[in-house]
């Protein structure tokens, strides 16, 4: 039974930082380009960050490009999203995603692509 599980969410200013992590288990982790989206209320989950099965690539939608990096930790079944420069708008629940891929230099975006997911952590962000 594969499980992905969040946690590190909660409350944060704006202008600091925070950290999320991704355990999954159940899977072969480093066979899944890992992703994270977000849903803010009234809108649509939406791609975050993604970074490849190997970790040399990562992509990020541009309106948190400078402040968000990913990382993951093969050994230990983990991903890591990296949070700075928080805004009020990057309140919302954050998923974790895992895509089955070949290639180890792909990162995956689309949400349909993505096979399984985190039940997601919410992160606040207060002005």
């Known amino acids: 039974q594969v499980q992905l599980v969040e946690s590190g969410g909660g409350l944060a200013q704006a202008g600091g930082s925070t950290r999320l992590s991704c355990a999954a288990s159940?899977?072969?982790?480093?066979?899944?380009?890992m992703g994270w989206f977000r849903q803010a209320p009234g809108k649509e989950r939406e791609f975050v960050v993604g970074i490849s099965r190997n970790g040399g690539k990562t992509y990020s939608t541009d309106s948190v490009k400078g402040r968000f990096s990913i990382s993951r930790d093969n050994a230990k079944n983990t991903v890591y999203l990296q949070m700075n420069s928080l805004l009020p708008e990057d309140t919302a629940t954050y998923y974790c995603?895992?895509?089955?891929?070949?290639?180890?230099?792909?990162?995956?975006?689309?949400?349909?692509?993505?096979?399984?997911w985190g039940q997601g952590t919410q992160v606040t962000v207060s002005s």
């Open positions: 159940g899977l072969t982790f480093s066979s899944y380009v």
């Open positions: 995603a895992a895509n089955l891929q070949l290639s180890l230099v792909v990162v995956t975006t689309s949400q349909r692509d993505y096979n399984y």
